[in-house]
């Protein structure tokens, strides 16, 4: 077992971790929180479930690609909802609105006719469903700068970072090399840092600011 597997398993346990705790500390300020907010929690602990899912189908050795097919429709609609609620660009909120619906569905009725590719990665729908939150996630960027209220810029920073990162990575598909190792070494990390940042967002903006509850 080599050092850069040792080092990225740790690093990757670690952000379960802080994911976990993500979790808890969320659901504590659930209540009458905005409905931008319950987007953000739900999305939160879907990702905590799967990983405990697929963690546990990876030890018994059993293919668990299929939960992440399930990840990814589930990240699709929720940070799709998430931005058409935060941002005030209109065309981008009734994209989002449309096809949180469409893709979904589109991707299912794929699987109904191939149903070998559940179990298989796919670069195009890793694509499709991630380039559309990518740029949600910019924009947001943008319209945040002349902003005075920062609420989610924590959260939205990690997730942009994470994704972009991820979605290279994953559209990659299987090859294996010395070098592709070392970035996935590199998404570790960035994935750590994105769950630190969720609990900044948590402990600067929901825990101590009772002001912005009721906003976007």
């Avoid at 670690?14 to 987007?39: C, P, R």
């Avoid at 449309?98 to 070998?116: A, E, G, N, R, W």
Wanted: net charge positive; hydrophobic share 50%.
């Amino acid at each position: 077992m080599d050092s850069i597997f040792i080092v990225r398993k740790s690093l990757i346990y670690l952000g379960y971790v802080v994911l976990f705790i993500n979790v808890i500390l969320y659901s504590v300020t659930y209540k009458q929180k905005s409905i931008a907010y319950k987007y953000l929690y739900f999305f939160l602990l879907l990702s905590l479930i799967i990983q405990i899912i697929s963690s546990y189908l990876a030890f018994k050795k059993i293919n668990n690609l299929f939960f992440f097919h399930v990840f990814t429709i589930g990240q699709y609609i929720l940070m799709s909802l998430f931005f058409s609620t935060v941002l005030t660009n209109q065309v981008i909120k009734t994209i989002l609105k449309y096809s949180c619906v469409i893709l979904p569905i589109t991707l299912i009725v794929v699987f109904c006719f191939k149903p070998d590719l559940l179990f298989r990665f796919n670069s195009i729908e890793i694509l499709v469903f991630s380039i559309p939150l990518i740029i949600s996630s910019f924009v947001f960027f943008i319209e945040k700068i002349d902003s005075k209220n920062k609420k989610y810029i924590y959260f939205n920073s990690g997730f942009f970072l994470y994704l972009i990162c991820s979605t290279l990575l994953f559209s990659a598909g299987n090859i294996q090399t010395t070098t592709t190792r070392l970035l996935w070494l590199l998404n570790s990390f960035i994935y750590l840092c994105y769950q630190v940042l969720i609990v900044v967002e948590w402990n600067k903006i929901f825990r101590k600011n009772k002001k912005l509850e009721q906003q976007v």
